[in-house]
């Protein structure tokens, strides 16, 4: 017994001793005397060890393989390779031939874009926060989904990253226009034809967007863009502000084009036709108003939204949350959009306009993973701005699993 482990010992202190120095610096006759030595004591070392392709333990691999340096291997660490949402494929998704368009189901499109907010800017950088955020999800990860088995990035649908969207700092009106004409070119791709059968009824014959904000203005424009596909559509929008404002009340006492901002593009969504004429619900509110009745009024009766509360989750509970929601949407086509403020600041402190008093991390994803059974034909997670974050990257993190959380539901099969 001794004997063994002793040689044992040996062989794994010479081995180690010599894959390191063979692998770090080449040198050979560590690798020679090594041998003669177990040679003496009858133990050889791998014989095929130079030629090997295994990844057997002290076994260094040949010198031109390949396999395990490539940052897509399904072993690769997750700090590895170029940054994309979950490391999906990067995808030319604008300027190309339109007779030779890839074929996907869902998009991911970063909208970097933060000149239309009423505080703290920063929110053009959030589409590289949430994608940073994402590293440890993918195909090859084991998912966050809490339902076993599931991984929306390894299941029927084709999930690509269209990068960010250029859209100018110096115009809002040029950059949402940019956006929007994004959001065609995304759209007039067609998804691969298995997925048009019949028997499967929420199932896009266009592909699915998943916007990465950005301030909260784009999704004005990423709403333009569904409606034109689907008709107008049902929002369920998170968030601790209304953002229905009357431009009369916040911004457009300056100017026309200061009209639309972060806290009237649901006001306009309204105006255009974008949304149904009810069926439209908040979650998470706890902003103060501007002008304190007719800011409802507005938002109830002009733009047609119901409200949750965001304290309404300790009286009647994320099921209760869930339920009312489902409850307003019904089967209409629903836009999902989570401004990360609905989470409290103890949460989600990389944003531009923080309220305390909201959902944990933890009840912002029980919620929307409850909504699935409804079809979402598009949605995004708005208003990330890393320079707040903490150097645990908290925000981006959350924001990353909202955006799991929200394939999840486009993805998930109904039954
Ligand atoms: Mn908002």
Request: charged share 20%; net charge negative; glycine share 8%.
């Amino acid at each position: 017994m001794k004997f063994v482990s002793t040689t044992f010992s040996i062989y794994a202190a010479t081995a180690f001793a010599h894959s390191f120095l063979d692998a770090a610096f080449g040198i050979d006759d560590v690798a020679s005397q090594a041998n003669r030595l177990l040679q003496q004591q009858n133990i050889m070392l791998n014989p095929l060890r130079k030629e090997s392709n295994d990844d057997e333990f002290f076994n260094i691999p040949a010198d031109d393989y390949v396999k395990d340096i490539d940052p897509n291997s399904p072993n690769a660490p997750h700090f590895a390779g170029i940054v994309t949402f979950a490391k999906l494929p990067q995808t030319e998704c604008f300027n190309i031939d339109p007779n030779n368009r890839p074929e996907f189901d869902v998009a991911i499109l970063g909208a970097p874009f933060d000149t239309a907010t009423t505080y703290r800017p920063g929110a053009r950088f959030g589409p590289s926060g949430i994608r940073e955020g994402a590293r440890r999800m993918g195909k090859y990860d084991s998912s966050s989904s809490i339902i076993p088995g599931f991984n929306p990035y390894d299941d029927w649908a084709k999930v690509v990253e269209c990068g960010d969207v250029p859209m100018t700092p110096f115009d809002n009106r040029i950059a949402l226009n940019q956006l929007y004409r994004a959001h065609r070119q995304v759209h007039n791709h067609s998804v691969p034809a298995k997925e048009t059968e019949p028997d499967v009824p929420y199932k896009s014959s266009a592909p699915r967007i998943i916007t990465l904000g950005g301030d909260h203005t784009i999704t004005f424009a990423a709403l333009r863009s569904v409606s034109e596909v689907h008709g107008p559509v049902s929002v369920i929008h998170f968030d601790s502000h209304i953002d229905t404002w009357d431009p009369k009340a916040l911004g457009g006492n300056i100017s026309s084009y200061s009209e639309l901002n972060h806290g009237t593009f649901l006001h306009f969504a309204h105006e255009k036709g974008y949304l149904n004429v009810d069926g439209n619900a908040h979650v998470g509110i706890r902003a103060p108003f501007i002008r304190k009745k007719l800011d409802k009024e507005h938002d109830e009766h002009d733009c047609g939204f119901k409200t949750v509360m965001a304290r309404d989750v300790d009286l009647i509970g994320v099921r209760g949350v869930i339920n009312k929601l489902k409850e307003i949407v019904g089967d209409n086509k629903v836009y999902i959009t989570v401004d990360i403020d609905v989470l409290d600041p103890a949460y989600a402190p990389g944003t531009g306009t923080a309220e305390p008093g909201g959902f944990t991390t933890r009840e912002l994803l029980t919620i929307l993973d409850g909504l699935h059974g409804l079809n979402v034909v598009g949605a995004d997670v708005v208003e990330v701005s890393p320079a707040y974050d903490t150097n645990g990257q908290i925000t981006v993190m959350a924001a990353a699993q909202v955006v799991d959380s929200l394939l999840g539901l486009m993805v998930l099969e109904l039954n």
